[in-house]
């Protein structure tokens, strides 16, 4: 993407930063009206969170791996839903990973730093389960979006190759509002799946009610 559209393209998110920032706190003022989703959601998240920081704040062991398989994994998921071909993958701990695919584009790039997809993944049989058992399906998720976080907040550098190529700033714009939107909707699912509608909507209309 040339300059100049990259810039427009910059500006034009802008706004639904704002509009999905403003529909995601409307989606955590209804945490305040506790039930058990909600609690093992949130649960599974800081759970994952307190183990992984007291884990390598303590220890010599990390975590490094399993951010850097799925890092790699969401590549191959993007590059597979844009019809191109995965020839290689690696992955270790010290050196992160790489994979080939036959070509590339923006979202295959940075969907790592913006899709949980073990949180997407898990979430799969939640429409199927009785209501009584979705609410350890959402602890999964919540250990899911808690993986994605911390990964995330740790790959988001300047020096991060992913980033650079795509220009660091347009990346960092890019991959805050489809944070909001992918983290909105999965935090929408344990207040009800009738909300996330209600979310997408209100990241997407509000925009223009401000302005």
């Not at 898990?122 to 058992?133: A, K, N």
């Not at 190529?165 to 009738?194: C, E, K, Q, Y």
């Amino acid at each position: 993407m040339l300059p100049p559209l990259k810039f427009l393209f910059s500006l034009l998110e802008l706004p639904f930063i704002i509009g999905f920032a403003f529909a995601f706190f409307q989606i955590l003022k209804l945490y305040l009206h506790f039930n058990p989703e909600i609690l093992f959601f949130l649960s599974g998240m800081f759970f994952y969170i307190i183990l992984r920081l007291s884990v390598e704040g303590f220890t010599d062991h990390s975590f490094r791996f399993l951010d850097n398989f799925e890092h790699e994994l969401t590549h191959i998921f993007f590059s597979v839903i844009c019809f191109k071909s995965v020839n290689k993958l690696t992955v270790t701990r010290q050196s992160g990973g790489s994979v080939e695919v036959s070509g590339d584009n923006l979202l295959i790039r940075l969907s790592p730093y913006f899709f949980p997809l073990l949180a997407f993944i898990v979430l799969i049989p939640y429409p199927f389960l009785q209501i009584g058992y979705r609410k350890y399906d959402l602890l999964l998720v919540g250990i899911g979006v808690g993986i994605h976080l911390i990964s995330t907040i740790k790959d988001i550098h300047v020096e991060q190759p992913d980033l650079a190529r795509s220009g660091f700033v347009f990346s960092i714009i890019f991959v805050t509002l489809m944070n909001l939107i992918f983290l909105g909707i999965l935090f929408a699912v344990p207040v009800g799946a009738d909300h996330i509608w209600d979310f997408l909507l209100t990241g997407i209309t509000s925009p223009f009610s401000i302005l």
